[in-house]
């Protein structure tokens, strides 16, 4: 598995938001999204689970699950390094990370994997992943094809969400990087797509400075 697209930037190497295109090959591409597509999945995960009305589909492959267990107000955090469990979960999804770690996250420790997915009516709501200044995620979109009426893009807010900041559109093979601590929210897909929203997430620590 290689990338073809590789970043820099100003915390711990990654901007605040950050894309990269054609981050794999297309056969890998292609693997990671007849992966996604199969059975298994879970309903009525939530981006916010005390507050949010609506669910969507979600696969959980490594790392921690309950977002309370492991907080920073309460001294409890990082969470531990999970790649040696997503080694047994999905090999595919382990050598993808073992890219990622070796290149756009070199010295992040990973915390947690999982895929969401959204179909017509599923709603995500603005949230934060992480309070930890060190926490990052990254995003990638696996599918073949995705067109601009169908919605269901990516959105960051600033900090006091009064204003969008950037707006990721879910191109086919694009991977989005940005800080566990920015506010943002998946928008729903549109009455006109056929398919599944699918993302596949990597939350992972930096390196202590």
């Known amino acids: 598995m290689t990338a073809s697209a590789d970043g820099s930037g100003e915390d711990a190497g990654i901007p605040r938001v950050a894309c990269h295109d054609d981050i794999l090959g297309e056969a890998d591409r292609e693997r990671i999204d007849r992966f ?33 267990l492991y907080s920073v107000k309460d001294g409890r955090w990082p969470p531990p390094d999970c ?9 595919l999804l382990f050598r993808f990370w073992t890219l990622l770690n070796g290149t756009l996250l070199k010295g992040h420790s990973l915390v947690r994997c999982y895929a969401n997915a959204m179909p017509f009516g599923a709603e995500g709501t603005l949230h934060t992943d992480s309070t930890a200044p060190s926490s990052h995620t990254c995003i990638y979109y696996p599918h073949r094809i995705w067109h601009p009426n169908w919605a269901g893009e990516t959105v960051f807010f600033d900090r006091d969400h009064s204003d969008v900041i950037a707006s990721i559109y879910p ?16 928008r729903g897909v549109s009455r006109t797509c056929p398919a599944l929203r699918v993302t596949l997430v990597f939350k992972t620590e930096a390196p202590a400075p």
């Open 83 to 91: 790649a040696d469990e997503l080694r047994k979960t999905s090999d």
């Open 36 to 68: 996604l597509q199969a059975p298994e999945w879970e309903f009525g995960w939530k981006s916010r689970s005390r507050t949010d009305v609506y669910s969507f589909w979600h696969k959980h492959f490594a790392g921690y699950r309950k977002t309370g």
């Open 171 to 186: 191109k086919p093979n694009r991977l989005v990087l940005f800080r566990g601590d920015m506010p943002h929210v998946a």
